[in-house]
């Protein structure tokens, strides 16, 4: 059968570039299990911030398939050399996307503002002193600030602007950033969200969450009860 | 980078009111043949700025594209594939993208602009 992600053997490495692990394989994991509802999506255009080595990016479009309607895929990071390992994944794989050295989403938001159909997002989530974040190299890649919510908080406006009316955004959190929190945020923005992926680890507890347009508040209410049920327990 | 890619660009520098379209600097430009798909042309256009990628090309050595076009144009095949050409095929490997306001150039190496800012443009 054919490989319906990106082949570990072929991520490019770089030791300024941070290695697919536990949260990578669980957000491509998640996306893997969505696959069917990806591809009635029918993206046009699908996103990822911050690419990293490429894996998520690369598996996203070898599972959304390179013959017939091929998305617009783009991703960003501000890491140079993340930008050269994700071209090199990609290339190993035979897809291709657009890339841009930048932070989070500057200099697209104008022009992309509501047009993103699928963004995937593993911000750098772990909960580090403020100065460390957005440092040059890997550390990139996982300072998150206070709470790890540093980048985050600044990820999710632009996810907002960003996401079409269709849109959907898959996003790594871990159990010290509030995800309860990031989904009120969220659901104040207008999305509704659910947990479509849970995972611990030795070290961390996971959730990718998926957000997405939505009014009804069904959703949101057994989300919310989810929570208060972690919280108490 | 392709031109859509360009296209999707503004200008990013705190207290820019006017980001786009960026001016493109050539010192390279590469041809790569992509599979051509209505479909994906028709959604892409009511996206694209035309002017925008219709001088983008020029710039690029590319003459073909029409100086104004509409939706009317995507029952032509021929301005399809012209429009396949320039928006997907024509990269830009090396040269710089050019801030039309304060002529700030954003690098761009193997195919990646470089959009960061310095700490005073933030």
Same mark, same amino acid.
């Given at each position: ?36 509802n ?5 993206p046009?255009i ?6 990293g080595?490429?894996?998520v990016?690369?598996?996203?479009a ?8 091929v ?31 930048? !932070?989070?989403? +500057?200099? &697209?938001?104008?022009r ?6 699928? @963004? =995937?997002? #593993?911000?750098?989530y772990?909960?580090?002193?403020e100065?460390e ?41 871990l ?11 969220m ?13 611990s680890?030795e070290?961390?507890?996971?959730h990718i969450?998926?957000?997405w347009r !939505?009014?009804? +508040?069904? &959703?949101e ?8 049920? @972690? =919280?108490? #327990? | ?7 999707m ?25 992509v ?5 994906f ?7 694209v ?8 090309s ?9 100086e104004?076009a509409?939706?009317?144009m995507?029952?032509s ?17 090396e ?17 990646v ?10």
């Amino acid at each position: 059968m054919h490989s319906r992600t990106a082949k570990i053997a072929l991520v490019s490495s770089h030791p300024e570039v941070y290695e697919p692990c536990d949260d990578s394989f669980a957000l491509v994991d998640a996306l893997l299990a969505d696959r069917t509802n990806l591809l009635q999506h029918h993206p046009s255009i699908c996103m990822e911030i911050g690419c990293g080595s490429g894996y998520v990016i690369t598996s996203l479009a070898v599972m959304l398939g390179h013959e017939g309607f091929v998305p617009y895929y783009i991703a960003t990071d501000i890491n140079r050399h993340a930008i050269r390992a994700t071209r090199e994944t990609m290339d190993a794989h035979g897809v291709y996307t657009e890339l841009v050295n930048t !932070d989070i989403t +500057s200099g &697209l938001e104008k022009r992309l503002a509501g047009s993103v159909d699928v @963004l =995937v997002v #593993n911000p750098p989530y772990v909960p580090t002193p403020e100065d460390e974040v957005g440092c040059e190299g890997i550390t990139s890649a996982w300072a998150g600030g206070e709470n790890g919510r540093s980048v985050i908080d600044k990820i999710l406006p632009a996810a907002d602007t960003l996401l079409s009316e269709k849109g959907w955004l898959y996003m790594v959190t871990l159990t010290a950033n509030n995800p309860s929190e990031i989904c009120l945020e969220m659901r104040k923005k207008g999305y509704a969200s659910r947990i479509i992926l849970q995972r611990s680890t030795e070290e961390e507890s996971l959730h990718i969450i998926k957000f997405w347009r !939505d009014s009804d +508040s069904e &959703l949101e209410l057994n989300n919310l009860n989810y929570w208060t049920k @972690l =919280v108490m #327990n | 980078m392709r031109l859509l890619t360009h296209n999707m660009l503004s200008s990013n520098i705190k207290g820019v009111a006017n980001g786009f379209p960026l001016k493109i600097e050539v010192v390279t430009v590469v041809e790569k043949e992509v599979e051509f798909n209505i479909e994906f042309l028709k959604k892409m256009f009511s996206k694209v700025e035309w002017k925008a990628l219709a001088e983008a090309s020029r710039t690029m050595g590319y003459t073909e594209l029409p100086e104004n076009a509409d939706a009317s144009m995507l029952d032509s095949d021929d301005f399809l594939h012209k429009f396949h050409h320039a928006l997907l095929e024509l990269h830009l490997e090396e040269g710089a993208l050019v801030c039309p306001e304060t002529g700030r150039k954003f690098p761009v190496n193997k195919g990646v602009p470089n959009m960061l800012l310095h700490e005073d443009e933030v």
